[in-house]
């Protein structure tokens, strides 16, 4: 796979309201690189660009990938769910890759740390100086965040996951900043 490879959009099976500006302007056979894609998918949540990843790359790949990860809940019945756990496991796995692909690593992190979702959940936690890559999902009242924070010389991961409150986003918030407080006074 390389990022340069280009797939075409096909509106019948990719199409998704919500997140993202593919929907905007994407005509049926418009052809969008894989890294375009995954830059869209990660910094601007695009269901439209996620749906295209999925359909190249394969959902029984994705699946069989994050498996040899570690992961334990990885689409379960056909549902796109995860766990804080599992999360933190494919956190841990991108950390790996950039020490392993330093440039593409880099990349991905880069996409993760400047996201349009970066005035709510584990960025606010913490002080604007210290870099977060981070990656949020939400759907209906389920709001969640995941994210290598990097300390000084030592970055942590924290994955948080919420389900009915008014404002997970605040909650994620404050969770964050508790333990960034616990992490600095630890070093």
Known sequence: ISLEEEIAYQAQTDYSSGAGVIQFFAADGGRY????LANLAI???DNI?????????GIDNIA?????LG???????G????TAQDMGIYLQAILDFRTAQPELGERLLDYMSHTIWDQEGIPTGVPDRVRVAHKIGTVRQVANDIGIIFLENRPYILAVMTDGLADGFAAIAEISSIVYNYQLHKQ
Do not use: C, D, F, K
């Not at 660009?49 to 790359?57: G, K, T």
């Not at 069989?64 to 040899?68: A, C, K, T, V």
């Open 33 to 36: 690189s894989l890294g375009v």
């Open 43 to 45: 910094t601007l949540s």
């Open 49 to 57: 660009a996620w749906h295209m990843l999925e359909r190249r790359l």
């Open 64 to 68: 069989n990938y994050l498996l040899s």
């Open 71 to 77: 992961g334990t809940t990885v689409y379960p019945e």
């Open 79 to 82: 549902q796109n769910i995860s």
